[in-house]
């Protein structure tokens, strides 16, 4: 059984940084997609960022690039979410997410195609 646990959500002033952690269990965590979904009350959950099994293909939704970083380090099975220059519009409760096998080599963007999720971490950004 796949298990993913979020660490690293908090409260945080506009124009601050967090860094979010996901670490997985339970599969051969190398040969997956992975990515960070979020969700603030009353909207749907969103795409924030894809990445591939072997961490050179990397995608983000428009809002988020340039300001956060998703990155994977296989050997310890995990998956980060570095978020940098954070928004109040950022808030919102942050889901790793798992999709087994390697391919389609490109992370997609929709909820759909993930078969795993952690439980959520929640990110508080003030102004």
């Known amino acids: 059984q796949v298990q993913l646990v979020e660490s690293g959500g908090g409260l945080v002033q506009a124009g601050g940084s967090l860094r979010l952690s996901c670490a997985a269990s339970g599969h051969t965590f190398s040969s997956n997609i992975m990515a960070w979904f979020r969700q603030a009350p009353g909207k749907d959950r969103e795409f924030v960022a894809g990445?591939?099994?072997?961490?050179?293909?990397?995608d983000y939704r428009d809002s988020v690039k340039g300001r956060f970083i998703i990155s994977r380090d296989n050997a310890k099975n995990t998956v980060y979410l570095q978020m940098n220059s954070l928004k109040p519009e950022d808030t919102a409760v942050y889901y790793c997410?798992?999709?087994?096998?390697?391919?389609?080599?490109?992370?997609?963007?929709?909820?759909?195609?993930?078969?795993?999720w952690g439980q959520g971490t929640q990110v508080t950004v003030s102004s």
């Open positions: 997410a798992l999709r087994r096998g390697p391919y389609p080599y490109t992370p997609g963007r929709s909820h759909e195609e993930y078969d795993y």
């Open positions: 990445i591939s099994w072997s961490g050179d293909i990397t």
